[in-house]
């Protein structure tokens, strides 16, 4: 309670008390701030197939990895034109364990 408080008086010193008051009125627990992290990096696959879709062509790079606790990480990369410049992204990047299928 006291955290919320203190918050609330900082939210009033940087805008105003009407504003403050808007902003507690905002859900923001660990889930709300995790789901809406997630829904962000859906999304923003989704924007980067469907311009690889509109492009007509594409190129799919695989890169295996170890991290710094001896895991492999496997990483996608995609590059497409988009309005005449090349674009590359990060598709996904995931743990995986070799020798197992």
Partial sequence: MKTEKVKNRQFE???DKKAADV???VPLSN???CHRID???IDII???VEKCKAS???ALQLDESTDVSGEAQL???VRYEDTLEMNEHILFGENYRT???
């Fill in 13 to 15: 010193t940087m805008l």
């Fill in 39 to 41: 829904d962000m990096g």
């Fill in 46 to 48: 989704d924007q980067v």
């Fill in 23 to 25: 902003l507690k009125k």
């Fill in 75 to 77: 990483i996608a990369f």
């Fill in 56 to 58: 007509g062509t594409f």
């Fill in 99 to 101: 020798g197992r299928f």
């Fill in 31 to 33: 889930n709300t701030v």
